[in-house]
């Protein structure tokens, strides 16, 4: 469901540009122009707004070419792996050979919703990866108790050599686990819930070079406005309490996370 009500208000910018890795712009309310300029005058720089089907993929890679700031991944979200056909598969494939998209997500494996089986979403998985690998972008993942799957087909598929946890959800032990794979973990407004003592420990040892900041908005909306709509321009809230976690300088943080985004998504300069 959709978060309603206000969005919360501007939080104060942080001392370096960053970038929203990951949100849903074609879900958010207001334009996107009035997008990137509320969260410009925060410091985030960029946005990459994520597909989950053909319709908005196709809307992401638009924007994309529209927008300077914006780019875009395109996919088939796992919960509706079943659904996709050929024809979908054949669109999303030259989606993502188009300038402005920069990856290929959000695909992966969902096992907390069972609205597409396991076999199905596997499949759509194994075929993301290929598509990533033969157009040569990023892999962006959503993965929702389903670790061991997710590792293990990364595995037997060989990972594409840009490969992003979008809204890393795993422990301090599956942080180790994709770090030392060369997997980027990207952190989302649920490090700052109360609830998720064991995400700050999976931030405190991911290392510097190998972290991501996200909206996903806008769903995930951080503390203090937790449960209002999420927006691009709340990435700074993320990025202190990764900084927090990490016991590091906000500056130092945003610094290694914007190279790594630029590292990503191959960022104009």
């Known amino acids: 469901m959709t ?96 300038p402005g998209v920069r990856a290929v997500g959000e695909t992966g494996l969902d096992y907390f919703r069972d609205s597409a089986p396991p076999a199905a979403q596997q499949e759509s998985f194994r075929r993301h990866i290929a598509i990533a690998k033969a157009t040569g972008r990023a892999l962006v993942i959503h993965d929702r108790d389903a670790h061991e799957d997710v590792l293990r087909i990364l595995a037997e598929e060989g990972a ?18 994709c770090a030392d794979l060369g997997y980027v973990l990207s952190f989302a407004g649920t490090l700052t819930f109360a609830n998720a003592p064991a995400l700050r420990e999976a931030a405190a040892v991911t290392p510097l070079d190998m972290v991501l900041v996200e909206t996903d908005a806008p769903f995930l909306t951080p503390v203090p406005y937790r449960g209002r709509p999420n927006a691009s321009y709340l ?25 790594t985004a630029m590292r990503i998504f191959d960022f104009p300069a």
Do not use: K
């Open 3 to 98: 978060p309603s009500g206000e969005l919360p208000p501007a939080p104060q910018p942080l001392p370096v540009p960053v970038d929203d890795s990951h949100c849903h712009l074609d879900l958010t309310d207001g334009s996107i122009e009035s997008a990137v300029a509320a969260a410009q005058a925060v410091g985030v720089r960029r946005i990459v707004t994520i597909g989950v089907d053909v319709e908005s993929s196709e809307w992401a890679a638009d924007a994309a070419a529209q927008h300077r700031d914006v780019f875009a991944a395109v996919a088939i979200h796992p919960n509706d792996a079943h659904r996709a056909d050929d024809s979908a598969w054949n669109r999303i494939e030259a989606l993502a050979g188009q």
């Open 160 to 177: 594409p050599d840009r490969t992003v946890f979008h809204c890393f959800s795993g422990d301090a032990a599956m942080a180790r686990r």
């Open 235 to 259: 990435v700074p809230y993320t990025l202190r309490a990764l900084a927090a976690a990490q016991g590091r300088d906000v500056a130092e943080v945003g610094a290694a996370v914007a190279a």
